[in-house]
């Protein structure tokens, strides 16, 4: 069992910089892939990156390649979303989400998922 809990969220100006983080409880975390995913009103939840449990593979959404990094600190049990050169199209709330196995863009093979933390650009 692995719980989820996401943080950082807030309000920044188009072309800043926010960081997310996804700290995980459980003895499996170094097993899981994660992945971030987001939703805004009135849109289907869309997937935005994901790593593998050794952290070697990654994936990205086009529309944030070269601007979010996905990382994690297995020791810590975190992994984080850097969101750089922000646009206000990435306004949503972002959650993150774990699954044993490889990663995904499919927010259905994740199991685990954290309650979601908001993120505002204004323009």
């Known amino acids: 069992q692995v719980q989820l809990v996401e943080s950082g969220g807030g309000l920044v100006q188009a072309g800043g910089s926010l960081r997310l983080s996804c700290a995980a409880s459980?003895?499996?975390?170094?097993?899981?892939?994660m992945g971030w995913f987001r939703q805004s009103p009135g849109k289907e939840r869309e997937f935005v990156a994901a790593?593998?449990?050794?952290?070697?593979?990654?994936d990205y959404v086009d529309s944030v390649k070269g601007r979010f990094t996905i990382s994690r600190d297995n020791a810590k049990k975190t992994v984080y979303l850097q969101m750089n050169s922000v646009k206000p199209e990435d306004t949503a709330v972002y959650s993150c989400?774990?699954?044993?196995?490889?990663?995904?863009?499919?927010?259905?093979?994740?199991?685990?998922w954290g309650q979601g933390t908001q993120v505002t650009v204004s323009s």
């Open positions: 459980g003895r499996t975390f170094s097993n899981n892939a």
């Open positions: 790593l593998s449990g050794s952290g070697y593979i990654t």
């Open positions: 989400a774990g699954r044993s196995g490889p990663v995904s863009r499919s927010s259905g093979r994740y199991l685990y």
